[in-house]
């Protein structure tokens, strides 16, 4: 019995790695999708939202589950808990991959990102990626100091982010008011799918070493 409920414990996980390589796979075709301004790929980043949050429902049943037959303690009941938090922290980033495919698509056969700007929604594609990737195998690993290396990654998007509201604020920007609100969503897309990122790795410390993260304002719980 004991060794059944340990399985799907790992099983849990394996799935979550998953999950994180899938929305990883989603951001990349999305950010494609916007910088090429290619439908087609929209369109599949949109309906592979669904297979995202079903496999985020399915987690989180298991987990229920394993909680009310089990009834686990210390590190167990710290690993289901924490399971689904990290589920939801996933689908939310499937999510907002899925609404940079929407604004690509709503804009077609138009760019939605200016030229002046693709370089850096170029870069934050790539970060959004390698955080997405490197939070993966700290689900895997449970490695405490790369979890905790992933605050310090996340100062790139944080740059970038910045650097786009110098674009939107300068004098010279020349692209008009909607332009201006779609790189705005988007630069906010992309910042939050890092902060989420960012909480899975806070999770995963916390469910190592029993430490509670207090974030900042505005940043996941």
């Known amino acids: 019995m004991r060794d059944s409920y340990h399985e799907e414990l790992d099983d849990i996980r394996s799935c979550l790695v998953e999950l994180a390589n ?49 009834q686990p303690v210390a590190t167990d009941l710290r690993t289901i808990v924490v399971s689904t938090r990290i589920a939801s922290d996933l689908e939310r980033m499937g999510d907002l991959a899925e609404h940079i495919a929407k604004v690509a698509r709503m804009r077609f056969p ?32 449970r490695n405490v100091e790369k979890a905790r290396e992933l605050e310090t990654d996340d100062d790139a998007m944080d740059r970038i982010h910045r ?27 992309y910042e939050r799918f890092a902060d989420h990122a960012v909480s899975v790795a806070r999770r995963v410390v916390y469910l190592v070493t029993g430490e509670r993260h207090v974030p900042e304002a505005g940043t996941p719980l």
């Open 110 to 141: 138009d760019h939605a990102v200016p030229q002046e700007v693709r370089p850096a929604f170029l870069e934050a594609g790539h970060v959004a990626e390698m955080l997405v990737t490197k939070a993966g195998t700290v689900i895997a690993t």
């Open 163 to 189: 650097g786009l509201f110098r674009e939107l604020l300068s004098d010279s920007w020349p692209y008009g008011v909607e332009s201006a609100i779609d790189v705005t969503l988007l630069g906010r897309y």
């Open 22 to 70: 899938t929305v990883g796979s989603q951001m990349s075709t999305a950010t494609t999708a916007l910088l090429d301004a290619d439908v087609t790929l929209a369109d599949i980043v949109i309906a592979g939202d669904e297979h995202i949050d079903a496999t985020r429902e399915d987690i989180d049943q298991r987990c229920f589950t394993l909680l009310a037959r089990q």
